[in-house]
């Protein structure tokens, strides 16, 4: 399969290269135009001349066992010129072979360099260092477009290896670039980035997919991140599909987010596309963290190295692992037994806002919310399953220890494991904070939501509508002794109880709709009626107007699940409020007309 989607770098619509003001072009080729007869004369010459300089690639003869170096300089490398007197590249591909170059990169960039590649197929490297297709080393920069970089293998990076140095550097894949069927022999399948150090996946029309971190206990069969190196993904992908799908590792299918015990790691993902939100989907993980892996310091001395998974406007789809199918947020604990934690963030929220706006506002990048209607900010149809196919007792979500779960306006469907969300603790004090979620249509074994811990963290539910998951055994929200606050919620769960827990010391449930409240503590605000939604078989969860649970509530919520306008008033009777329970708030009241003031997108 590897193989047969690299024809992908043949067929890419590639619009004319830009050359701009070139101090000196260089011309490699077979033709009397050219000025060399190897890409690494040209480069070599381009740095003896000084300034930004180009060296353009025409097609018209084998670049096989290649390892071109470029070592402190400002260069474009363009491929696809038909030959030597072309002035354009056209939408022709060049394509550069490491087949036996004798174990090295096709390209080593080293020193402070700033390289821009384009029109090139990167390939076929077989080695034992790192980084197979592209290994950069130093400070700088490197820019992809209009280049396929697959079928590579090395140490770690297979197909690009991006260590910064000194005052870091930057990796940009560009438009009509694509990542394919890269492979570590340990981590990092298709990108490993490390160091001071930025990756920026923004621009339409890319792709990481099929590659592979083949390694015992190998992370990042997409991407590979190391603090301090931060990951900026926004991307909507390649022609309507996931930017990151179809890789695998043993932690990390898709992305493996690590600390290095020294600094923090931040990975952020968000939508550049308001018709094609970014997405993490179709990975698989042979252990943990099938679409992401995230995990703090890994010192066993001292451990005070945090991580952070930031996300906004997404999908995590179609993931498989034995556990954290969509997202595993790992723990660490040092000799003097403290433990680093893992936060993982979802949309916009004081939390959020203070630990995941730095170095600049995503909303600076690109960052854009989805358009209506469109799927957003949702895991879906991932699997807890192990390597032979057979499921197991896994959750979508897995916090470890001292993990902080903080989501807003989340949406999880038709998901198959034992848990949504499982909350694992040994009195360190995990939170699981939930607000504005649609949980339905999942496929469960067990308790939806367990936390475990015995006296340890706090257990939120605001706002949120569980309705049609098929629970095998166990409650929708089950507890030991935690702080736990369930409000403004719906639980159309006939059978299933809506919590368990030793006892109510610790529990307020307020102004929540279930058939039956018998689990709950006493409350005169409490509603025991069934709700009646919209759509449900086509996953319109909305309340109907004459539904029970219309205007019953108030909140501080600008705004539902879907960025829509939270306080609207019906006919129905302002019970405690005008605004629905549950995660949406039934919008009729809002015409074609005046429709502006239903959207309240970019408001918490």
């Known amino acids: 399969m590897k193989g047969s989607l690299c024809v992908l770098a043949v067929v890419i619509g590639a619009s004319a290269a830009s050359i701009g003001h070139a101090t000196q072009i260089f011309k490699v080729g077979a033709d009397a135009a050219c000025t060399h007869t190897t890409i690494q004369a040209a480069v070599d010459a381009a740095a003896a001349s000084g300034g930004e300089d180009y060296v353009w690639i025409a097609a018209n003869q084998d670049y096989s066992g290649q390892h071109i170096v470029v070592d402190g300089q400002v260069v474009d490398i363009v491929g696809g010129f038909s030959d030597c007197s072309a002035s354009e590249a056209g939408t022709a591909i060049t394509t550069l072979s490491g087949s036996g170059n004798g174990g090295g990169a096709v390209v080593e960039i080293r020193g402070t360099s700033s390289v821009f590649m384009s029109n090139l197929w990167i390939r076929d490297s077989d080695r034992t260092g790192d980084g197979g297709g592209i290994d950069f080393s130093g400070a700088g920069g490197l820019t992809l477009e209009r280049t396929t970089v697959s079928l590579n293998t090395a140490e770690h990076g297979g197909g690009i290896n991006f260590h910064g140095t000194g005052n870091g550097a930057e990796l940009r894949i560009g438009h009509d670039t694509l990542i394919l069927s890269n492979t570590a022999n340990v981590s990092g399948g298709g990108i490993r980035v490390e160091g001071s150090a930025r990756l920026f996946v923004l621009e339409p029309q890319t792709l990481i997919a099929f590659n592979s971190a083949d390694g015992t206990d190998g992370k990042g069969g997409g991407i590979e991140q190391l603090a301090p190196a931060r990951i900026d993904i926004g991307s909507p992908g390649y022609n309507g599909g996931a930017v990151v799908q179809f890789n695998d590792a043993d932690y990390g299918g898709g992305i493996a987010v690590n600390t290095n015990n020294d600094s923090d790691v931040y990975a952020r993902l968000f939508s550049t596309d308001p018709q094609n939100p970014?997405?993490?989907?179709?990975?698989?993980?042979?252990?943990?963290?099938?679409?992401?892996?995230?995990?703090?310091?890994?010192?066993?001395?001292?451990?005070?190295?945090?991580?952070?998974?930031?996300?906004?406007?997404?999908?995590?789809?179609?993931?498989?692992?034995?556990?954290?199918?969509?997202?595993?947020?790992?723990?660490?604990?040092?000799?003097?037994?403290?433990?680093?934690?893992?936060?993982?963030?979802?949309?916009?929220?004081?939390?959020?806002?203070?630990?995941?706006?730095?170095?600049?506002?995503?909303?600076?990048?690109?960052?854009?919310?989805?358009?209506?209607?469109?799927?957003?900010?949702?895991?879906?149809?991932?699997?807890?399953?192990?390597?032979?196919?057979?499921?197991?007792?896994?959750?979508?979500?897995?916090?470890?220890?001292?993990?902080?779960?903080?989501?807003?306006?989340?949406?999880?469907?038709?998901?198959?494991?034992?848990?949504?969300?499982?909350?694992?603790?040994?009195?360190?004090?995990?939170?699981?904070?939930?607000?504005?979620?649609?949980?339905?249509?999942?496929?469960?074994?067990?308790?939806?939501?367990?936390?475990?811990?015995?006296?340890?963290?706090?257990?939120?539910?605001?706002?949120?509508?569980?309705?049609?998951?098929?629970?095998?055994?166990?409650?929708?929200?089950?507890?030991?002794?935690?702080?736990?606050?369930?409000?403004?919620?719906?639980?159309?769960?006939?059978?299933?109880p809506v919590l368990s827990s030793p006892n109510w010391d610790h529990v307020t449930a307020v102004e929540v709709m279930s058939q039956d409240l018998s689990t709950l503590p006493p409350s005169a605000r409490d509603l025991q009626a069934t709700p009646s939604f919209m759509d449900p078989d086509q996953g319109d969860y909305h309340l109907r107007p004459d539904s029970p649970g219309v205007d019953y509530a108030d909140s501080d919520h600008v705004v539902d699940l879907d960025g829509n306008i939270r306080k609207v008033n019906l006919a129905a009777e302002n019970v405690f409020g005008i605004q629905d329970l549950g995660a949406l708030e039934t919008q009729l009241s809002c015409s074609v007309s005046d429709s502006i003031f239903c959207d309240g997108f970019d408001l918490d």
């Open 278 to 496: 970014v997405q993490i989907a179709n990975n698989t993980a042979r252990k943990t963290g099938g679409g992401i892996w995230v995990s703090p310091c890994s010192s066993v001395t001292s451990c005070y190295s945090w991580s952070y998974l930031c996300a906004q406007d997404f999908r995590i789809d179609n993931n498989i692992a034995q556990e954290g199918a969509a997202i595993y947020a790992d723990v660490d604990t040092d000799a003097s037994g403290f433990s680093a934690r893992s936060y993982v963030l979802l949309n916009r929220n004081s939390e959020f806002n203070l630990r995941c706006r730095d170095p600049e506002p995503v909303e600076n990048l690109g960052a854009v919310p989805c358009a209506a209607g469109v799927p957003c900010n949702e895991l879906a149809y991932n699997v807890t399953e192990n390597a032979a196919g057979e499921p197991t007792n896994g959750a979508v979500i897995l916090m470890q220890t001292d993990g902080h779960l903080n989501a807003i306006r989340l949406r999880m469907h038709h998901n198959v494991a034992a848990h949504l969300i499982r909350s694992v603790d040994d009195d360190e004090g995990n939170t699981t904070d939930l607000s504005r979620c649609l949980f339905t249509d999942n496929q469960l074994t067990a308790s939806a939501i367990l936390h475990t811990p015995d006296g340890g963290g706090v257990v939120g539910v605001d706002e949120c509508t569980f309705a049609r998951n098929s629970i095998a055994s166990g409650a929708m929200v089950e507890v030991n002794h935690v702080e736990t606050t369930i409000t403004r919620s719906i639980f159309d769960q006939p059978g299933v």
